[in-house]
């Protein structure tokens, strides 16, 4: 995974990250929230309870304390631009 900061404002800050083909962020929780637009490639937001399907243009959402991982499901990395919110 490749992570790039953006910006930080106060308590927010902006990232864009990568998942590699076939990939997956580590299964984890944080105490803040954070917002998600993907940009490019497939994947899915898995969740505790169900996963939701990700691709170019889908906005996602993640409460704080919620178990979650991004998954890339293809052949191109998944790229998306990510917002945490540390209110």
Known sequence: MTVRHLK???????KALDVAPEG????H???HAHEGIVIAGQGALRLADRREPLEPGRV??????EQHAIECRG??????????CFV
Not at 8 to 14: A, F, I, K, M, Q
């Open 8 to 14: 930080s404002v106060e308590d927010v800050e902006l």
């Open 24 to 27: 997956t962020t580590p299964y």
């Open 29 to 31: 929780r944080h105490p």
């Open 60 to 65: 996602f959402s993640v409460r704080p304390g």
């Open 75 to 84: 052949p191109v990395a998944l790229r998306f631009v990510c917002m945490d």
